[in-house]
């Protein structure tokens, strides 16, 4: 059988020390090693398929190289599992584990979940919710480094780093390409009152339209909800024995089911998408909006790109890397949405 290969094997077939080898593959490589070396030693790893081992680095470091997640829903919902996949790319390519709970919606059950993570010695803790929302941090999360993912601290002062969308821009850049049709009466189904969100993405289509010299009408903002029925009655009221001068040739919702929800009320009164209306999504939805017919022009939210944006903050915040300090860790980081063109969206039609 063959031998497994060790840091000196690394060491050797790369030309340099096995010190230089062991700050690299621990991420402590910036400031300590050349980048040309750093390159070596990678290489020389991939070509001896060597990687460090768990059990000697965590008895070396004092560190049980694992981290908890706690999350609101993730876990058991459809959406948003892909924040904790982004998150645990980045844990495992940095030798790391994660270790997630699911609170089920039941904050009671927060504190509780964090202590059970901490009884395991966890070097770091995540939280992670099932949309943008403000959060009662748990006291827990503030006795080891800790970072909020598509959620952010509630308190009048933030101890904590979050991560989230940027959906002031996402509004806007979904209005901008509707704009760039050619549309200029376009409705908004903004989503549900209360949910943090949602003015924020009517900000961004307000922000559009003063951008263009355009001016909002009041009426064609609505607070629909999120369901697919809360879209068809939303079009309905816009659509229903309205003249084509007078109904809106775009409607942009603030999630993909509203959209698919529009789709249906536009099909029971015989207008077709996109050719009499333009339909925009929000979100991306796995198995909806590329699969609707014609399929959905949508804004995507960054979920994987968070849960790997607020892991990498924290585990930098772990290994001390160079560059980032305690003041930096207390800030925002906000991730953009990724404008997704397919059919549902076209020029807008002569009236």
């Not at 803790?125 to 959620?151: F, I, Q």
């Not at 307000?206 to 951008?211: C, G, I, L, S, T």
């Amino acid at each position: 059988m063959n031998r497994k290969a060790t840091a000196l094997d690394v060491a050797k077939r790369a030309g340099v020390s096995r010190s230089a080898v062991s700050l690299v593959l621990n991420g402590r490589g910036d400031g300590n090693v050349a980048k040309e070396s750093q390159d070596r030693i990678r290489l020389a790893a991939q070509e001896l398929n060597y990687s460090p081992n768990a059990i000697a680095l965590s008895l070396r470091n004092q560190r049980s190289r694992v981290i908890g997640i706690v999350s609101d829903e993730v876990v058991v919902s459809p959406f948003d599992g892909n924040i904790i996949g982004g998150a645990d790319d980045v844990a495992r390519s940095r030798g790391f584990v994660t270790v997630v709970m699911d609170t089920e919606r039941d904050a009671a059950r927060d504190a509780s979940a964090i202590e059970t993570l901490l009884d395991r010695q966890v070097d770091g803790l995540m939280y992670v919710t099932v949309g943008l929302k403000p959060l009662d941090v748990p006291h827990g999360m503030l006795r080891v480094p800790s970072v909020l993912a598509n959620c952010y601290d509630s308190s009048p002062k933030p101890q904590l780093h979050h991560v989230i969308p940027d959906e002031i821009t996402g509004g806007r850049d979904a209005t901008e390409h509707l704009l760039q049709l050619g549309h200029r009466d376009i409705a908004l189904l903004a989503g549900a009152e209360g949910s943090p969100a949602a003015p924020l993405r009517v900000e961004g289509y307000r922000d559009a339209y003063a951008a263009a010299g355009l001016s909002v009408r009041a009426d064609r903002i609505t607070m629909a909800g999120w369901d697919i029925d809360a879209g068809f009655h939303g079009a309905m009221k816009l659509l229903d024995g309205v003249s084509p001068a007078e109904r809106p040739t775009a409607i942009m919702c603030a999630n993909d089911r509203l959209a698919i929800g529009v789709a249906l009320a536009a099909a029971r009164l015989g207008l077709s998408i996109p050719a009499d209306l333009s339909v925009m999504g929000y979100d991306d939805e796995a198995r909806i909006a590329d699969t609707m017919v014609p399929a959905l022009t949508t804004m995507a939210l960054p979920l994987r790109e968070i849960g790997r944006a607020a892991m990498t903050t924290l585990l930098d915040t772990i290994e001390g890397v160079s560059g980032r300090d305690t003041a930096e860790t207390h800030v925002e980081t906000m991730v953009p949405c990724r404008l997704v063109i397919r059919e549902s969206t076209g020029p807008a039609p002569t009236r």
